[in-house]
């Protein structure tokens, strides 16, 4: 039965990885001076947001739509114009290597096999023990395809008469009328009373699809027509210290996300707090400082993160921040045990000890 010496993971929530990570491992040997070179992570935090941008053009008839069509002024776009709203933003803690932190895994001569896995960027994710990378897990929503929606050219069904009306007052009342006969010929179809009805199932489809896509060229030119378009993007924030209320970017309901110098828009901000979780000792200049042997993970920090826009907040957790942390060392005798090896998990992108296991 093997042994829990030591389990960090109830003190650091598992940070999980954004894609499968690739992993080498590496054995301590002669050829190597029985030593492995590593590197510890330091903390990065991507910022997602999420926001989207409304398009709408008035229709030529829109003063029109309630005499003609009885349609509100509500429902009917106005005016050309473009808007913008901000959706969501998130933060998503990753670990990049921090190269004024590479160590090397030594161990004696005598030790049995010891070998380490490492990432391809060189964080340490185990020291004798096998490592398989987490995954996070994505379940699929299956969903049932939307019908194909029929367009088709407004050319194509400007009739004669209308391109002939002689005011836009007379246009619109012919646009009106048309869009009155394509209701009256679809109810037609529908209650059997077409003077032709289409021979099946397909061919009524086909020709309803049809009728809907000429009442849709109709009806904008009074309603005008919305597009919405989704937009992303995403910001890198690498903490070195605590911040209070950064301007992160701007935002305008005009021009969307803008640089944070652009007074355009309204500031999005983020603060940083260092929850000072872990007690970093100060060495004593005086004193010269002896080097520690050993293993030397990271005992990362908490820090709560805030993102407002003004006094309403967009996110707000509390993250693991390796920068507000310090370094702890595993003493070499722990891996001198031939009988019984130690196995030492660690988290990778966070360059801290997940468990270990003798």
């Known amino acids: ?7 960090i993971a109830c003190l650091l929530p598992f940070m999980a990885l954004q894609a499968q990570t690739k992993v080498l491992k590496v054995s301590a040997l002669k050829s190597n001076d029985y ?15 999420d926001y989207s941008e409304l398009q709408q053009k008035a229709g030529p008839y829109a003063r029109y739509a309630y005499n003609y069509l009885g349609i509100a002024d509500s429902e009917v776009v106005q005016e050309d114009q473009t808007t913008f709203t901000l959706n969501r933003v998130g933060v998503t803690e990753t670990g990049v290597p921090n190269k004024e932190q590479t160590y090397l895994v030594s161990f004696k001569v005598k030790t049995t096999a010891p070998y380490v896995y490492l990432t391809e960027d060189g964080l340490l994710c185990t020291i004798n023990a096998d490592y398989e990378p987490e995954e996070n897990q994505v379940v699929a929503k299956t969903e049932k395809p939307a019908a194909p929606v029929i367009e088709i050219n407004p050319q194509s069904v400007y009739t004669e008469e209308y391109l002939r009306a002689g005011s836009v007052s007379k246009m619109a009342e012919v646009a009106a009328k048309t869009i009155y006969k394509i209701r009256e010929s679809r109810q037609d179809i529908l209650t059997g009373e077409a003077d032709e009805m289409p021979k099946d199932g397909e ?4 020709v309803l699809g049809n009728l809907e896509a000429q009442e849709r060229v109709w009806m904008r030119l009074f309603v005008g027509t919305q597009e919405t378009v989704k937009h992303h993007k995403q910001l890198t924030i690498e903490p070195s210290d605590e911040l209070d209320n950064e301007i992160l970017f701007r935002f305008s309901n005009f021009l969307g996300m803008v640089d944070a110098d652009d007074l355009s828009g309204r500031p999005i901000t983020l603060t940083i707090t260092d929850l000072q979780s872990v007690e970093i000792s100060v060495p004593d200049p005086k004193k010269k400082q002896k080097p520690l042997e050993g293993i030397t993970y990271n005992l990362p920090g908490k820090a709560e993160l805030t993102i ?34 130690v196995q030492v998990y660690f988290y990778p992108q966070l360059g801290a000890i997940k468990q270990i296991i003798q």
Request: net charge positive.
């Open 1 to 7: 039965m093997k042994k829990l010496l030591s389990f």
């Open 35 to 49: 030593g492995v070179q590593y590197v510890l992570p330091k903390t990065q935090l991507l910022v997602d947001v």
């Open 203 to 206: 061919a009524m489809k086909l």
């Open 308 to 341: 407002r826009d003004g006094k309403q907040y967009l996110y707000s957790n509390n993250i693991n921040v390796t920068q507000f942390g310090t370094t702890q060392v595993l003493v070499p005798s722990l891996f001198e045990d031939n009988k019984k090896p």
